[in-house]
């Protein structure tokens, strides 16, 4: 029985337990269609505009404010109809906006809207923190965050990308937050690195990262969840599943009937 296999009948078990919800950005309510009201965090009291646009091929989300055609944030999915697959790529948020919640808002409001679609349902990200290679720096941080919190991990052949005779060089990245930018001899090309701290947060000290030179051992912790790697394909790991379903769900009815939205992915995506 294959790994992937496996993970996925462990797993099943898993949604008679209470159902306990995890935390991603801030609480909100929906008083009435393309309406969002934010309770907790920067932006409590506020409110926005929310403008969903589904086709069989694709979905945007978008987010706006007082009456502003331009969005405040957006992102958008490729889907595929016929494997449930929906693939998430980078989150714009104006830069007004950063650091308030935003991102997690989006990301929560637009797969509890393609998990509320029913049928088998999988997800990905798209080249997670997609790399300007102009630019020493880790952008979009946050979706990169979100990510790895909520159970995607990297594609399977990362360490295979990282291994020695592949990197051509390693550079630090003296940013705030700082990290790794390496250049590699086959494609993507160029990723960036950032490894997290005991409270999954990225690690801010610059010293550690001038250790940090083995990129087979970063590979190593992104597959344990313990660093992000920027500008390769993320997917929704089997083992995860529970874990990725607590982050969208409200209710013990949704947390169920979206676990078997889940696993008719996963099963989908083995056969």
């Known amino acids: 029985m294959t790994s992937l296999l496996s993970r996925v009948l462990r797993g099943r078990g898993a949604g008679r337990e209470p159902f306990r919800p995890a935390r991603l950005g801030p609480s909100f309510r929906l008083p009435e269609p393309g309406r969002v009201e934010v309770t907790s965090g920067p932006l409590a009291g506020s409110a926005f505009g929310l403008r969903v646009e589904l086709k069989p091929g694709k979905a945007d ?65 798209r080249k997670l923190m997609q790399v300007d290679s102009d630019r020493r720096e880790l952008h979009n941080i946050g979706i990169g965050i979100i990510g790895v919190r909520i159970g995607l991990r990297p594609e399977l052949g990362l360490e295979e990308v990282l291994t020695g005779r592949n990197v051509k060089s390693v550079q630090l990245i003296a940013a705030d937050p700082p990290g790794l930018f390496i250049e590699l001899r086959r494609l993507p090309g160029i990723v960036v690195a950032a490894e997290f701290d005991e409270d999954g947060r990225p690690r801010s000290d610059l010293a550690y990262y001038r250790r940090l030179v083995n990129p087979a051992e970063l590979a190593r912790s992104a597959r344990a969840g313990r660093a992000i790697i920027g500008n390769i394909d993320y997917f929704l790991d089997p083992g995860q599943v529970e874990h990725f379903c607590r982050h969208f769900a409200d209710t013990a009815t949704e947390y169920k009937t979206w676990l078997r939205a889940l696993h008719a992915g996963a099963r989908h995506r083995h056969n």
Do not use: C, Q
């Not at 889907?79 to 790529?89: A, I, K």
């Open 61 to 125: 989300f978008y987010l706006s404010a007082g009456g502003e055609t331009e969005p405040l944030a957006h992102t958008h999915f490729d889907r595929n109809p016929d494997t449930g697959l929906e693939t998430e790529w980078d989150i714009f948020v104006r830069a007004d906006h950063r650091g308030k919640g935003l991102t997690g808002l989006l990301v929560r409001l637009s797969y509890r809207h393609l998990l509320a679609l029913g049928g088998r349902r999988w997800f990905a990200m």
